[in-house]
Each structure stands twice: as C-alpha cells, then as structure tokens.
C-alpha cells in the first residue's frame, strides 16, 4: 500500500432526455452535476464508516455495507480496516446517481491508496464501481457510472455490443432541480413499464421510438444552444413519460407550476414514481422558476456544464 490516506470525488447526474427507452436500446442524454459525493479513506486511527448527507448523518446499512465490501474487493482491501468518511451533498435516491458517485469516490480513493496510476487506476475503478452498483440496480445502464466521472454532457446508447457514449459540447446554462416527492423504486418503475410493453409491444414499442427520436433532436438542440427548442422537447418527453405511466400527480404539478412560472421546459428525471424534476428556465425567469417550485419541495440551482452552487 503506497497511501496512508487519500480523498476523491465522484459526481451526480442529470437525465434530461430518455428515461426508460434507453433500457430498450435507445438514445438518452445526462450531464454530470458538479454536486455529488467526497470519500475520505484512510489505514490511520480507529477504523469506522461514515457517511454525512445533505440531511445531516445517516446510518450505514447493510446494503451500503455490501455494496462497499464488493468494491473494496476490488482492491483486496478490507473495509473493516479503513476510516471510510462520505460527505453526499446532492439528494440520495432521487435518480441523481448518488450511488454511483459515492462508489465511485471511494473507488478512486482506494486506487489511490493503492497506488495505482493511469489505465490501471481506470480499469479497477471501473470493475469496482459496476461491482457496487449492481446491489442498488441489478444491471445498471452505465449512464450514472458514466456521468460519475465528471465529464459534462453526453448521448448514450446501447446497441446491444455495448454502450456507446457520445461526448456533447453544450453552452452552460441554468438548470433547477427540485425534489418534490419521496423517492421511489427504480426497479419497480423499470418492471412497470416492461410490463406494459409485454402488453402493448406494438403501441409500446412505437413510443419508445418516439423516445429516442426526441432524445436524438435533444442532444442536436443542446449542442447548438437552442434552449427554447431543447424546452419544447423536455416538455414532449414528459408527455411520453406520462403515457407509460411512471408520471405522478405531484411531478405533473411541479412541471407545470415551472411552466407557468416562465421556464422553457419541465419532466421528470429519473425514474418517475416520485423524486424530482428538472427545469429549464429562461435565462430572465430562473428566480420567478425557482420560487414557483420552492412551495412543493426543495429547489437546487445547477450551471451546467461546470459548477454547481447547490443551493436550496
């Protein structure tokens, strides 16, 4: 072991286009949040695990214990061992990627500790972080894996030989975040909608091309700027998000209450069912935007691509 101790950061994300239709091979766009998770790990004092959110402490459960324990295999360490302390500062388990930037701050550090440098450090960071995600997600996409790193914009889409990530150059802009109902299931959100395409291939299966022709428009509009077009199209995918019915009354509520207020666009992110939504504002309107949504839940401002204050 070359470190007696190191931190490292792993980063959020933000699903603006292609929730659901990307597990059926289509496209979505994310961008990584400058919020997301710092872990200090250390071989010095008593050994303890901590983790400090946004909400103040959290006890470690036996879930995040496994996730860890699978991760730190990955480097032939024993967490029992170390002095593990987490600070989150987005909103866990909303469909912000929470876990995946905590595994993949404690991933890095642990290479760190280790020692490890280049291609090396990139391929056990990678093999530990899919080895914790799959507790939380079964198989996940690799789009929060992705977004973890800290890259910005990007389209992602798997073809069925991998996935495939294309890099976005997009303009920063002022995006809102608000978490305006309990968090709720991914995987049951993730059955629900396969369930009513083993209903309806037909119907289904022609809306989730309409999923990834949007996605597809999205990431153009984004690349160019072209926020009032990029609105028009966050607010035509939360229309098909409601048609496969992973929409609920408080995220409609909080989509229109942005629309009303001025903003651009508004939908869902994440996997629906609760948790939050994402807001375009325009660029003279984001505190009219911000104030509308403050009544329903807690409002986070993001300039993306780059920093994030994380205010609420």
Known sequence: M??????ARGHGKLIVFGEHSVVYQRTAVACSLAGGVRANLSTMGSPSFHLQTINGALEVDERVRQAADRLFSTFQLDPKQLTID???DIPLGVGLGSSAAM?????????DLKGLEGAAQRAAVDKAVSASEA????????????A??????????????????????VPSNTWLVARVAPASSTARMVQSVRRLRDGHPRLIEG????????????????????????????????????????ST???ERAC???RDAGALGAKLTGAGGGGCIVALPDADNVEDVKQALEPLGDVYRHDLPGQSDNQR
């Open 2 to 7: 070359t470190n007696d101790s190191a931190t």
């Open 86 to 88: 987490v600070q989150v």
């Open 103 to 111: 595994a993949t701050a404690m991933a890095k550090a642990a290479a």
């Open 135 to 146: 507790v939380f997600h079964g198989t996940p996409s690799g789009i929060d894996q992705r």
């Open 148 to 169: 973890a790193r800290g890259e910005g914009f990007f389209a992602f889409r798997s073809n069925g030989e991998g996935p495939r990530f294309q890099p976005l150059d």
């Open 207 to 246: 809306l989730l091309d309409e999923f990834g022709a949007v996605a597809d428009a999205g990431a153009e509009a984004l690349a160019d700027g072209d926020w009032p077009r990029v609105g028009e199209l966050m607010n035509i995918n939360q229309g098909l998000l409601s048609a496969l019915g992973v």
């Open 249 to 251: 009354e408080v995220l």
């Open 256 to 258: 229109y209450a942005a």
